[in-house]
T-cell receptor
Framework: NAGVMQNPRHLVRRRGQEARLRCSPMKGHSHVYWYRQLPEEGLKFMVYLQKENIIDESGMPKERFSAEFPKEGPSILRIQQVVRGDSAAYFC???????????????FGEGSRLTVL | AQSVSQHNHHVILSEAASLELGCNYSYGGTVNLFWYVQYPGQHLQLLLKYFSGDPLVKGIKGFEAEFIKSKFSFNLRKPSVQWSDTAEYFCAVINYGGSQGNLIFGKGTKLSVKP
């Protein structure tokens, strides 16, 4: 499905700059999840949000990273003062109410690839 | 901590060959198990899932996986691969009843099928 839209697909930043990654969930989906894939690694869970609420941020780095899913508009993953180690693919997924990984109803976007120079 | 191991980083097969991709997880409790596939340039898609019941699970495109609880394994199989199966395959696990998003993924196995 092409329902989960992420942009930008590719983003280049210099060390110290800010990166903002956007995710529009599938129509009708109220839950959003962010994952990070470092080179040669599997996807790692970062954060799970519902509209205006962070439900689980156990995978988020303690500093420089934040996420929001406002009442209107896309979910935003924000990385402040980027460092080279932040270079990765960031994937967003969405699910309908009552769905999620436990039901297998998790739909992924194509990812945003961040390169930090 | 939970982890998922995929034994092969890159598998190269000829068309019509049989496929088996290994996946082992470390968690003693009840889990839900998944295989996802990512075709070149596309998003991750769910291939199949196991929650309970028959440990042999059928998925899309002729894939199947067998859950062997005693071995903590969930290997993916296909009797005869096609060139179009060229993709990266990810095994994933979540604690039953755990946080809805906290899937634990393996590192992935790249499958290249030669025509």
């Amino acid at each position: 499905n092409a329902g989960v839209m992420q942009n930008p697909r590719h983003l280049v930043r210099r060390r110290g700059q800010e990166a903002r990654l956007r995710c529009s969930p599938m129509k009708g989906h109220s839950h959003v999840y962010w994952y990070r894939q470092l080179p040669e690694e599997g996807l790692k869970f970062m954060v799970y949000l519902q509209k205006e609420n962070i439900i689980d941020e156990s995978g988020m780095p303690k500093e420089r990273f934040s996420a929001e899913f406002p009442k209107e508009g896309p979910s935003i993953l924000r990385i402040q003062q980027v460092v080279r180690g932040d270079s990765a693919a960031y994937f967003c997924a969405s699910s309908p109410l009552g769905g999620g990984a436990n039901t297998g109803e998790l739909f992924f976007g194509e990812g945003s690839r961040l390169t930090v120079l | 901590a939970q982890s998922v191991s995929q034994h092969n980083h890159h598998v190269i097969l000829s068309e019509a060959a049989s496929l088996e991709l290994g996946c082992n997880y470390s968690y003693g409790g009840t889990v839900n198990l998944f295989w996802y596939v990512q075709y070149p340039g596309q998003h991750l898609q769910l291939l199949l899932k196991y929650f309970s019941g028959d440990p042999l699970v059928k998925g899309i495109k002729g894939f199947e996986a067998e859950f062997i609880k005693s071995k903590f394994s969930f290997n993916l199989r296909k009797p005869s691969v096609q060139w179009s199966d060229t993709a990266e395959y990810f095994c994933a696990v979540i604690n039953y009843g755990g946080s809805q998003g906290n899937l634990i993924f393996g590192k992935g196995t790249k499958l290249s099928v030669k025509p």
